[in-house]
């Protein structure tokens, strides 16, 4: 079992541009939710898909959006990129939804320069 | 909303001394709680979770932790550190209403030989 894979580990971006981020859940495991965690931070929540529906939506703008495909996997896309959102981007896959223990992924460390 | 404390942002601990990483958290409904650890570079590994029934609970790795409703707490302990300990450690907790994770700043833990 391979667990949350991420792709890709890190990345560079300038301000103004978009990018996407890539999740593949656990076998077995079809909810997925992205965090976004900031140097010498804790984790916070963005928002979580399940059935390819965004279920709950953390404390963030319009700009992060994300899709959930027919085989579970993921995406996270941050359009109009800020200084601000250069952070390590986590997914986590749980075994369905409300399901209590998370599975987290490496992360991908996004720069924006 | 819930929110999670960590009262100690980091923790200096010699090989083989006790540790005890502290971690209150607020919420107007039940929660299940949790442990997570990150390793230098890696994402987010469970460490131990109370969910219901007895109120102290066990890692593998000899780390313990105890729920303790009346005083909203969940610290985490270990009698001896490794090196191998070295790391962050993230106090998390679930609400029934919405199982979101929501995650302290973490505990930076530095063991020293």
């Known amino acids: 079992d391979a667990g949350v894979t991420q792709s890709p580990t890190h990345l560079i971006k300038t301000r103004g541009q978009q990018v996407t981020l890539r999740c593949s859940p656990k076998?077995?495991?079809?909810?997925v939710s992205w965090y976004q965690q900031a140097l010498g931070q804790g984790p916070q929540f963005i928002f979580q898909y399940y059935e390819e529906e965004e279920r709950q939506r953390g404390n963030f703008p319009d700009r992060f959006s994300g899709h959930q495909f027919p085989n579970y996997s993921s995406e996270l896309n941050v359009n109009a990129l800020l200084l601000g959102d250069s952070a390590l981007y986590l997914c986590a896959s749980s075994l369905s939804l409300g399901y209590t223990e998370a599975f987290f992924g490496q992360g991908t460390r996004l720069t924006v320069v | 909303a819930q929110s999670v404390t960590q009262l100690d942002s980091q923790v200096p601990v010699f090989e083989e001394a006790p540790v005890e990483l502290r971690c209150n958290y607020s919420?107007?409904?039940?929660?299940?709680l949790f442990w997570y650890v990150q390793y230098p570079n890696q994402g987010l590994q469970l460490l131990l979770k109370?969910?219901?029934?007895?109120?102290l609970v066990e890692s593998i790795n000899g780390f313990e932790a105890e729920f303790n409703k009346s005083q909203t707490s969940f610290h985490l302990r270990k009698p001896s550190v490794h090196i191998s300990d070295t790391a962050e450690y993230f106090c998390a907790v679930i609400s029934v209403r919405d199982y979101k994770l929501s995650f302290g700043a973490g505990t930076t833990v530095t063991v020293r030989a």
């Open positions: 919420s107007s409904v039940s929660v299940y």
């Open positions: 109370y969910l219901s029934g007895s109120t």
């Open positions: 076998s077995g495991h079809d909810t």
